[in-house]
């Protein structure tokens, strides 16, 4: 599980599941890359990491355009990446019917255009490690079942699922593994903002909480899956698709 001078990207790194994950490999000795929109929060994480020369990039993913050469210069200031982790995201929960094709255009822009662009950076010669390199992708298990109100968000994530598997297949020539971890629901600020849309906590105790047999996830079980994938443990994983959602799947 080691990963000392492994050099690898965190999109999301500011907050939730993206923050733990930076900081769980860094433990195992991985310098982190954290890109997020938000610098002070990004510094505050940073100070958390353990080791050294960690680095943040603030940067908008919504700028499909410019993630070209937000990846240009990183692997020019700090060279090839061992690694990219795609944890940032949103949510969007309404009833289907009332969905615009604008808000089905800015969710895919951030949890599936975004990964994409950076996907297709990542491949590049120049700009991973050719003996190995890893790519992991946040999903959820709203992509692998059903939940209303949730059709939105879980077509994006569906979409990381799908996506993965295809390019596991593409480049595993190349030693470019690609997984995809499909968490349940996990404390972080886009549940308490899923949350707010609870008439009470008794609603929500009921109409989440209790549906996870082992109750809501933290964002430190998914970084510990993480740090499985792109340590020694994921040598022999692509195209994997790995549930950790408290029994949500089974017990719904």
Same mark, same amino acid.
């Given at each position: 599980?080691k990963?000392? %001078?492994?050099?690898i990207? !965190?999109?999301?790194?500011?907050? =939730?599941? %993206?923050?733990?994950?930076a900081v769980?490999?860094s433990?195992?000795g991985?310098? &982190? ?7 002070? @929060?990004?510094e505050? !994480?940073?100070e ?6 960690h ?6 993913l919504?700028k499909?355009?410019?993630i070209?050469?937000l990846?240009?210069r990183?692997? /020019?200031? /700090?060279g090839p990446?061992y690694g990219?982790?795609? &944890?940032?995201g949103?949510?969007n929960?309404?009833p ?7 808000e ?9 255009? /975004?990964?994409w662009c950076? +996907?297709?950076?990542?491949v590049? @010669?120049k700009n ?10 946040i =999903? ?14 879980a077509?994006?994530?569906? +979409?990381?699922? /799908? ?7 593409? $480049? ?9 971890? &499909? ?10 903002r899923?949350?707010?849309l ?5 609603s929500?105790?009921? =109409?989440i909480?209790k @549906?996870?047999?082992? %109750? ?6 998914? +970084?510990?899956?993480v +740090?499985?994938?792109?340590?020694? %443990?994921g ?10 959602? =408290?029994? $949500?799947?089974?017990?719904?």
């Amino acid at each position: 599980m080691k990963l000392e %001078g492994k050099r690898i990207l !965190i999109t999301g790194g500011s907050s =939730g599941i %993206g923050a733990a994950t930076a900081v769980e490999v860094s433990k195992l000795g991985a310098s &982190c890359i954290l890109v997020a929109r938000d610098e002070s @929060k990004l510094e505050k !994480i940073r100070e958390t990491l353990h080791g050294e020369g960690h680095q943040i990039y603030p940067f908008d993913l919504l700028k499909l355009k410019e993630i070209s050469a937000l990846i240009e210069r990183i692997t /020019s200031e /700090s060279g090839p990446l061992y690694g990219l982790i795609h &944890c940032a995201g949103m949510d969007n929960t309404q009833p289907f019917r009332t969905i615009t094709i604008e808000e089905l255009d800015l969710l895919m822009d951030l949890n599936f255009k /975004s990964f994409w662009c950076l +996907a297709q950076e990542f491949v590049k @010669k120049k700009n991973h490690e050719k003996e190995d390199s890893r790519v992991i992708a946040i =999903g959820s298990v709203a992509a692998l079942s059903g939940i209303a109100g949730n059709s939105l968000y879980a077509a994006s994530k569906g +979409a990381l699922v /799908s996506l993965t598997k295809s390019l596991a297949a593409e $480049y595993a020539a190349k030693n470019i593994r690609f997984n995809c971890i &499909c968490p349940g629901y996990v404390q972080t600020p886009m549940l308490e903002r899923a949350k707010r849309l609870y008439p009470d906590e008794s609603s929500f105790e009921n =109409g989440i909480v209790k @549906k996870h047999p082992l %109750g809501l996830g933290l964002p430190e079980d998914v +970084a510990k899956a993480v +740090a499985f994938f792109v340590g020694e %443990g994921g040598r022999w994983a692509t195209g994997s698709t790995l549930v950790i959602d =408290g029994g $949500y799947s089974y017990a719904k």
